[in-house]
């Protein structure tokens, strides 16, 4: 079914709290350069699920993962795989824009300094890119020492986006980006993810089903932990096969 | 999983499909009037049938801003899209059935107080074969049964064979009698939208399967 190179894929993910099974037996093919949405009901394991991807769901604690998340191939989860370097490689934006209560060029430059870029000329440049790509530049040049908190919501978003971007990551997880943003702010995050899609592979988790439909290439839907079905966006928007895909995407579900 | 959520949509869909069966009963009761007329030549009744397609056209309008509603309002997707997919082809298909009734009850006018060509038996069989398929596509429509809707397919090539023989047959009248040859053609006018009305039965199977299945097929 999915035709372009995988990027990333997961077989038989597992993911525990404690003794609660949340993600089961999930085995998602994700491919380069496309969108992957996410949807699912509140609670179905989709935010874990995307945290399993960069390894970011070890944090918590008693959490425990099994099975595989390949990554071009490799493995993530091996021993000898250092987690700080995959999640520079797959990055991620959260649900609520998150920025440090730090200036905006801090906020950017932030994971570059991580990197070990400290040539201030080349941060600059870098910073700028970045907040070009996400279109925020012209609006925050003049004032790029100011608090990010400045920002109203849908900036400090795509400054979030541009502090992922900076890195250079080659996967972008986003966790409901847009649900605190105005459908002005939505749509020119919406276009951005079209711009994005170019260079980057992009999963992304929404509860806005019309925003699934529109921007992503391949939906897969989840539910109670696992993986129901997953294919072209059209196909499961206007010919989906499952009885249960069927019911929650047109709404009636109890 | 209860249902019963998105009780408006529901309400919206079901009012769409049964003002498209109120549309394909209009149409399919024009149709048997028009031919009625024209069996029976009467002017009266084929007039009465032109002055009624307002009706249809007027039922197309509305369903079509209905259904541009309903897409507009509650953004449906799956089997709902499809329905109201459906339900916007099949109006089309209906609308143009009016239309082939008015042309038949035109001719009927443009007949009368004529000789007639000949006696009508085909026609009339066409007539009853393509306005039964028209009945039952819409009833497929109403059940969701495709393999009812399938069917039609075959009941389509009938209809083909006998507007072909009626063809033939009006023929040899138009070689035999010049002064029959208007008249002639006007019957064989009626065979081939007999048989486009045939098609368009066809056509809302098809609609109906898709409806169902999420498949395109050609059925005939
Ligand atoms: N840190 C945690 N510790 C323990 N349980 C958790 C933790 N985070 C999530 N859970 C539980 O795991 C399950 C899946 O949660 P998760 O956040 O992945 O769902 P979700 O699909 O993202 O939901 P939503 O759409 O509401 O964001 C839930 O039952 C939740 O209570
Ligand atoms: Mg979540």
Redesign the interface.
Known sequence: MVKSKIKLQTKKLNVWYGNMHVVKDFTLKIPEKKITAVIGPSGCGKSTFLRSLNRMVELVPGARVSGEILLDGENIYDKDVDETEIRLRIGMVFQKPNPFPKSMYENVAYGLKVRGITEEKKLRLLVEESLKKVGLWEEVRDRLNRSALELSGGQQQRLCIARALAVKPEVILMDEPCSSLDPIATAKIEDLLFELKKDYTIVIVTHN??QA?RVSDYTAFMYAGKLIEHGRTEEI????KDK?T??Y?????? | MKLGTRKKLSEQLEDLKSKTMEMGALASTAVEKAVESLVKRNVRLAKKVIKEDDKIDDLEFEIENNCMHVIALQQPVAKDLRTIGTCLKIITDLERVGDRAVDIANITIEMAGRAPVKPLVDIPRMAELAVGMLRDSMRAFKEGNSSLAFELGKRDDEVDRLAHQVTRELFSYLVEDPKKISDAVRLMLVASFLERIADHATNIGERVIYMEKGEMVRIN
């Open positions: 089903l019309q439909a928007f206007e010919r989906p249960i069927q019911d995407i047109t709404g009636r579900f109890g």
